[in-house]
């Protein structure tokens, strides 16, 4: 087990009706002025909007309020939420939404208390922030893992870039998790959130490392929770069990936990958002679950014994010692399966990917034939070309 620091800052305040509670949780940690920052409308639609600023009003906290975020938030409102918020004199940034707006938040909150950098240069990797404005959510998608994660992915609709970076300065200070929100959320986009949550798992389980027994426990227990009750969401959306269960794997899945005495790199989601970067109207889970079967295909010899045991106590895939690529293979194509009877695509072409962009997107998720991704298998441009072929 290597070294590691785990540190969950953030605090969580899960269970019905917890969002009639955020202006006491907002006031707690000294707001004067505070961005309430959404997406598209659902949240002003639902009535939530209405909840959660009237709950501002009753601890007499001032806000202003900011829509708009898309499913891949992007920088010109990041930049227009800064302005805002410095014109406003904004100290909380608080994100009602899914992780599009959670980032675009964590986006915003940095920008503003780093006022001499180009909050852009964050993503590139030119700078770290080294402050931020406190900020919140009141969370209404299971997905990203953003409320607790230390990630913040933003794309740059001039050229399609698509770029994520960790920072202490990135974790909210509060989550609020009613899984009650999250019934209205269709099949769909609860499918794609059923993906993405478990790949943040997936790709930690298969990142270089040893002697992580609980570790590995705890992944294969989150990766299996999500599975089972992400189609339980698509059967029964008003499950509250089941939505529970997937809004708190959301957040275990990307916290950190799952990592703990390994190395780390979310390599698909490398190449997933070169994909959703370029085509916006691509759902990150979906352009996950079209991209990793064919990454596993690619990498898993290299690694077979982590496949097989991911076969064996995540698929209960008995192992056949005297032909233990079959045992890999037949797990891989039961995730794919899997993917499949939940509505999901399995090859970029059912994403609407076009051939030629194959070499382009290879082109820049190697960052002009200049980045490696690690791994078991480490990847440079030559094998993202094939796997992004075989993913076709």
């Known amino acids: 087990m290597d070294n590691f620091i785990y540190d969950t800052p953030t605090k969580v305040y899960f269970g ?3 969002e009639e509670n955020v202006g006491k949780y907002v006031a707690a940690l000294g707001a004067k002025k505070v961005l309430v920052h959404y997406g598209s409308g659902s949240a002003k639609k639902s009535g939530l909007l209405d909840k959660v600023t009237a709950a501002l009003d009753a601890e007499k906290i001032a806000w202003v309020e900011l829509g ?5 938030p992007e920088l010109p409102l990041v930049r227009q939420g800064i302005e805002l918020c410095k014109k406003e004199g904004v100290d909380f940034v608080l994100a009602v939404g899914g992780g599009s707006v959670l980032d675009s938040s ?6 503003v208390a780093n006022p001499d950098v180009d909050v852009w240069d964050f993503n590139l990797g030119k700078a770290q922030p080294k402050a931020t404005l406190k900020k919140g959510c009141v969370l209404t998608l299971s997905a990203a893992g953003s409320e607790m994660s230390n990630s913040c992915v933003i794309t740059n609709p001039e050229d399609g870039d ?3 970076y960790g920072s202490p300065f990135n974790r909210m200070n509060f989550a ?3 899984p009650e929100l999250t019934y209205s959320v269709n099949a769909y986009q609860t499918a794609c959130g059923t993906v993405d949550i478990a790949m943040h798992t997936i790709e930690r389980y298969f990142c270089p490392g040893s002697d992580t027994q609980l570790t590995d426990s705890i992944a294969e227990a989150v990766i299996k929770t999500i599975n089972s009750a992400g189609v339980e969401c698509i059967k029964n959306p008003e499950n509250y069990e089941a939505r529970a269960n997937m809004m708190w794997a959301s957040s275990l899945a990307h916290n950190g936990l799952t990592q703990c005495g390994r190395f780390f790199q979310l390599t698909v989601h490398q190449f997933e958002h070169e994909v959703s970067g370029m085509y916006p109207e691509v759902a990150h889970g979906a352009g996950l679950a079209a991209l990793w079967c064919s990454w596993a295909r690619y990498v898993y010899k290299d690694s077979l014994d982590r496949f097989l045991q991911y076969a ?3 698929w209960n895939v008995d192992i056949d010692f005297e032909h233990k690529e079959e045992t890999v293979l037949k797990a891989i194509k039961m995730q ?3 993917y499949r009877s939940i509505g999901m695509p399995v090859s970029l072409r059912e994403l609407g990917v076009k051939k030629e962009d194959l070499e382009p ?11 490696t991704l690690a791994g078991y298998k480490p990847l440079a441009y030559d094998d993202m070309i094939e796997i992004f072929n075989m993913a076709y």
């Open 16 to 18: 019905k009706k917890e």
């Open 312 to 314: 064996k106590n995540v």
């Open 176 to 178: 609020i998790e009613n």
């Open 162 to 164: 698509k770029r994520g």
């Open 106 to 111: 964590k986006a915003i909150a940095n920008g």
């Open 336 to 338: 794919e399966d899997f």
């Open 361 to 371: 997107l290879a082109f820049k998720c190697s960052r002009g034939k200049t980045r």
């Open 68 to 72: 708009g975020v898309k499913a891949n």
